[in-house]
């Protein structure tokens, strides 16, 4: 895509979670080899190979101390999620390869 903040690379995270608009895809992408951040895709719920949105931005970056320092430092990727009953959607995430993470998206109109 080019983009400054994905244009090297982008590699899958978790499943891919169903809403009322389609599949909920979220990666992580990488313009450097020193920082991947995460982001969201939203695709089509009956041709996934058809990309309706996408983050113009990351979604989370290394910011804190324990995601920038450690083994691998300055990188965040995510293999799980779960959504709660009350819709909250919760994010593990690894970073520096050194710490678990958990980050909470809320859905806004």
Known sequence: RGSDWEGLKIGGGPE???TDDGWLVLYHGTS???EYTLAL???????????????????LKPELPW???GFFPNVIFSNGWVRMPDGRIL??????DFCVGVAELVQTD
């Not at 041709?47 to 996408?54: A, C, G, K, S």
């Not at 994010?91 to 520096?96: F, T």
């Open 32 to 34: 450097t080899a020193t």
């Open 41 to 59: 895709a939203l695709l089509d719920a009956n041709d996934p190979t058809r990309i309706l949105d996408r983050s113009t931005a990351p979604l």
């Open 16 to 18: 891919p979670m169903r």
């Open 91 to 96: 994010v593990y995430y690894g970073a520096a």
């Open 67 to 69: 995601e920038r320092d």
